[in-house]
């Protein structure tokens, strides 16, 4: 072993006397080696201090650090301690490389390789050399599991069910660029030039136990190839007040685990990335592998966390969610007339631990819940009205809305169920989260009014 290495001295005092190449406490020393003895001890101190206290950084890459123990070992010893500051964040499993000895497996304490995110960089963390591994003794976790999954997830309306305003009809794409909403909280967006699909709410049977709707875009007009820019994606914005707690655009921020059910007719690699609310910043694309085609497999991604950019925290988009189901960089999906892809089970949640598929549809919310949650949104108004005006002007009443919404939301006229004499619906007044005034009226001296109104209220991001 080399010299001034504690990992060397022995706990029996009589055999440290040439334990150390450096230090001489051999019996009959000569009077003049003391001093450099001594020396040596406190060389052999300060090493140790370096080593745990958090002053070397590592180097390599993300997945491959190395680090200089300034011992110059040429074995790793067992039982070796070391508190290292991270040179670079790992996106899965990882190795250590200490002295150019060779690369290491980081193992957890239970022996399993370490996650995406374990190390972050600027972070320090811990780890002992059992003799065969290094295991990381202090994984950087962001929130505990219960803790991320007790607020069942940022998204809203990740089961697919609510959809209030097409139900199962949907939307078909029309020229580039195409953005619309196929069911509550979920548009389906399409640049494509000539291609077109349709983006719709399917109901499922038994393609993935626990979920009764799927978000599906099916081929309706081919095209290949695919221009540089022409993509189809399904996408989600969450709304700031619910992404906060990610702290993105922050030094506290944490990685975002996400994970849901994807099927596509043609096997590959597809992507998912999210961006904030102008799109000015963005996370790194990461992979979807779709290895059996036309089956539903659950996917879990791990988006570290973001400290640049600017991420809205109260009522606007927080961030978006986007996944890539056609471009250049994946499959092309509209290369035929059967091209499709759907998605389910939607969770967005801070950490780094993804349910597994066995528990993904357990911690949904259930459809009364996520009704609730996408009304403040969205959401029909309906009621009936009756009265006799004996004078010219006009008459209003109140519409409260079921849910607050997100902002005073834009109002439409859906429908008229009665009948009104001498006057007809005018307008909406002062539209707020809370509600609006309907206001009626006409020329007539008598107006009787026999209204059934269906109206809704749009407050989107």
Known sequence: MPGEDIQSWSTTAVTNSTADSSINFAEGQARASVNNSARSMMAAHAKKRNLENGSITTGGTANAQTFTSGVTYTTVPTGLYVRLKIGATNTGPATLNMDSIGAVAIKDPGGNDIIANALTITRYSEFLYNGTNWILMTPTVY????????????????????????????????????????????????????????????????????????????????????????????????????????????????????????????????????????????????????????????????????????????????????????????????????????????????????????????????YDQELTTSQRYWEKAEGGYRSVNTASGLLGFFVNWKVEKRIAPTCAYLQDGGSVSGSSFITFVSPSTRGTSLQFGGPGSTEVFNLGYLVSADARM
């Open 143 to 366: 929130g505990a599991p219960f803790d991320a999954l007790a607020c069942n997830g940022m998204q809203v309306n990740g089961s697919m069910e609510v959809s209030q305003d097409l139900g199962a009809s949907g939307v078909a794409s029309g020229a580039a660029p195409f953005m619309a909403y196929a069911l509550d909280g979920w548009q389906g967006r399409s640049t494509l030039g000539t291609g077109r699909v349709t983006f719709a709410q399917i109901s499922l049977t038994t393609e993935v136990p626990g979920f009764q709707k799927a978000l599906h875009f099916s081929t309706t007009t081919t095209q290949t190839p695919l221009g540089v820019n022409e993509f189809i994606r399904f996408q989600h914005n969450i709304e700031g007040y619910r992404f906060a707690r990610a702290a993105w655009g922050t030094s506290a921020a944490g990685p975002i685990t996400v994970g849901f059910w994807m099927r596509a007719t043609l096997t590959g690699s597809y992507r998912a990335l999210i961006a904030n609310s102008d799109g000015s910043t963005l996370s790194a694309w990461m992979p979807i592998v779709i290895t059996a085609a036309s089956t539903f497999q659950w996917v879990t991604l791990t988006f570290p966390a973001m400290t640049t950019g600017t991420w809205l925290t109260t009522n606007g988009i927080g961030a978006t969610l986007m996944v890539e189901v056609t471009s250049p960089s994946t499959p092309n999906l509209v290369v035929t007339a059967d091209g499709y892809a759907s998605i389910t089970g939607v969770i967005v949640i801070p950490g780094l631990q993804a349910p597994t598929a066995a528990q993904s549809p357990m911690i949904m919310r259930p």
